[in-house]
């Protein structure tokens, strides 16, 4: 059985006392509910990374960055390797986000750069796809996400497989309050890991975690997270207040 991921995607959000502030409320709400088959994931700022994960350590949260770049070292000014991620206590990158893709121009080469780097270097990578309102009007979804996949995992052996996460982020749904209904997203999932199961082979698209996300939050959380394929939730703006994102992560424990 797969276990269902609750992840927060910070984004530009929270100073340094404001991050430390909501990690641990969250780590306090948390010891209030027994996690059973699930995990809480935490994605603050760069800044924020090393204090956020030194109030979290030995609570079962985990964390990771948001970006990452897939060199090693040197000048690359403004830019953060995955060994930096790793040593400020992260497990997780967050790769190929929507907002990467569109306001920063990230390619799927650049972003499967960076897939490899990450998972080679020992840290989960969640892959971020997602048609935009546009492609999913005239029909595109499915080919926009299978080529976001495939240029994405390219290179990826089955062994690396374990150390990725795909999160299907429909790009008219995030931030916006009109979140997939259930049945949509769950299509969604359900193309993709048929795409893996083509890709690699059966077992691999039986046991990969596929996140939902966007406008995902403490009202419509049991009906999406309950769905059959999806496997957990990639949150941003009800990630960001302790209330919404622990009743999304009790909701999910309950399932
Ligand atoms: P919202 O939950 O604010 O729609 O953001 C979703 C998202 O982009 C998470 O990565």
Redesign the pocket.
Known sequence: MRKKLIAG?W?MNLTIPQSVNLSEQIKNGIKDIKLNNIEVLVCPTYVSLYPVNEVIKDSGIKSGGQNMYFENEGAYTGEISAEMLKSAGCEFV?LG???RRKIFNESDELINKKVIKAVDSGLTSIL?VGETLEERESGKQNEIVKTQIEKGLSGITVDKLKNIVI?Y?PVW????GKNATPDEANDMHKFIRNIIADLYDKKSSDEIKILY?????DKNCKDLLSQSDIDGG??????LKSESFLKIIETSNNL
């Open positions: 995607n984004k967050i986000h929507s907002e971020c999160a982020e749904a995030i931030g916006t996300g966007g406008s995902l939050n990639l949150i941003g703006g009800a990630s």
